[in-house]
Structures are given as structure tokens and as C-alpha cells.
């Protein structure tokens, strides 16, 4: 009686998980198809090199997609040297108990936390107390606390799954700590942590909640040249175009979305590419 009642119960757990997942991809294939319905005879060379207008037929993205570069790059700089020497420090010096226990639980608690929070901690500190208004300097910097959980998290992880037969070795050959850290455990874990990293910026540049916290541009007609310029990214533009009542613009955000997409299919991509090529590469070995 007890092994046909647990065996109900998991055949009922199956099946409304497969019915949960057969929802989830009926309603984002729908959600696909209509934006690809909206959007795709607007999209054209002219969207990407064309700057905002008032005129549906005149507007682009090209500020937005050149402050979503400004913006990654700078986001880049900041978050993954810090990410990864935290990571390092926590993995390879930091002693194993409670306090090392109680940095992980509070970095994976910050890594959960919404978006928008970082919004309003970037509000208060890059804007309001060290005054770099509203700038891809603020913008970064915010972009940069939302993401540096996740970096910390994935590089512990890969440093983690590093042999400690390799670390021995090295040190059985003379090698000192930061020598077998930066030259034997940081090699055989960096698949791991470049596919966090991209991973990482790819949830960044999808963001907006952040942004439109801290006061991004949602129309800006020049491109940035400074990082303390004010700047716009393509979803504050996509925010921007379905805010507008012509059904133009709505086109050209579903248009925008397109590109969006593109750009974060094709790093998620790149994450998978390098972490298949380093498989292979280290079965070779």
C-alpha cells in the first residue's frame, strides 16, 4: 500500500511537471512568434545605424547599441578582476570554517537578491554621495555589484572542481602558493570561469530595472565619448518605443527585441562553444 501510494505520488509529480513545461514553452513560443510576427519586416541596416527620431520611419538603435558596447565593457573592466581575485581569495586562502561559510551564504543571498536593489544602491552611492550623475560610469559600476555575485560563484565553482592532485604536484616540485594558484589552478579552471563571465554579462545587458533606478537617458540622440557621458541601452530603448502610442514604434521595439535576442543568443552561444572546445581539449590530454 505505502509503495503504491509513493508510486502515485511520483507519477503525479511528473506529470505536472511535464504540463508546467509544456506551458512555460507554449506561452514563450507565442511570446516569440508574435514578436517575430511585429517586428521582422522593420528590421533593416537602417534601424542599426539610424539615431532616435520622432518619425518612425527615420528612427534607430545606434546610440542605444553603442552605449550597450560602452556599457559591457566598462562593466567588464570592473567586475570580473574583482570577481575573480575575490574568488580566488575565498577558494585558495581564505581558511575553511564559519566565517568562510558565512561570506558564500551572504554572496549567494546577494546573487538572488532583485535587480532593482542594485538600482537603488547605485542610486545612493554613484549618484547621490560620489556624484558621477548619470553616467556610463554610474551605469557600469551599478551593472557591475548586480553581477559580481554570479561571477564569484561560478569561478569558486571552477577553482573548486580543480584536481587537488595538481595542486600537490606543484607543490611537491618546489612551486610556491601564488605561483601553483596563478599558473596551474587559474589555467585548468578558466573554461569554467570565462563561460560564468559571459553568462554574467549576458544577464547584464538584458537589464533595465537598474538602469532606469539610477536615471539612464531613454532618448539620447549623440553617442557617448566619455564615460561620465549620459548614455542609453537598447531595453531602455525598447521601454522607450512601447511607451509611445503609434503602432509604429511598437514595430520598432519588437524590431529592437529581435536584435536583443540575437545578441543574447549568440553570447550564450559562446559560453557553450568554449566550454565544449575545453572539454574536448582536456579529454585529449
Known sequence: MNFSWRYQKNSLFKLFTLLAALFSLIALTTLLVHILHEGWQYLSPQLLKNFPSRFPHKAGIYPAIMGSLWLMILTFFIAVPLGLLSALYIEEYLPKGKWKSLIMVNIKNLSSMPSIIYGLLGLAIFIHTLGFDHSLLSGALTLSLL???????????????????????????????????????????????????????????????????????????????????????????????????????????????????????????????????????????
Not at 151 to 162: G, P, Q, S
Not at 184 to 207: C, N
Not at 253 to 274: G, Q, R
Open 147 to 285: 553581477i559580481l555575485p554570479m561571477i564569484i560563484i561560478t569561478a569558486t565553482e571552477a577553482i573548486r572542481a580543480v584536481p587537488k592532485s595538481l595542486r600537490m604536484a606543484s607543490f611537491a616540485l618546489g612551486a610556491e602558493k601564488h605561483q601553483v594558484v596563478f599558473l596551474q589552478v587559474l589555467p585548468a579552471a578558466l573554461p569554467g570561469i570565462l563561460t560564468g563571465i559571459i553568462l554574467s554579462l549576458s544577464r547584464a545587458i538584458g537589464e533595465t530595472a537598474p538602469l532606469i533606478v539610477i536615471g539612464a537617458a531613454t532618448y539620447i540622440s549623440f553617442t557617448p565619448e566619455s564615460i561620465m557621458d549620459p548614455f542609453t541601452v537598447i531595453p531602455l530603448q525598447i521601454y522607450s518605443w512601447t511607451s509611445r502610442p503609434q503602432a509604429e514604434f511598437h514595430h520598432l521595439a519588437a524590431s529592437a527585441i529581435i536584435v536583443l535576442m540575437i545578441l543574447l543568443f549568440s553570447l550564450n552561444l559562446l559560453a557553450v562553444f568554449i566550454r565544449n572546445h575545453f572539454q574536448k581539449y582536456k579529454s585529449r590530454l
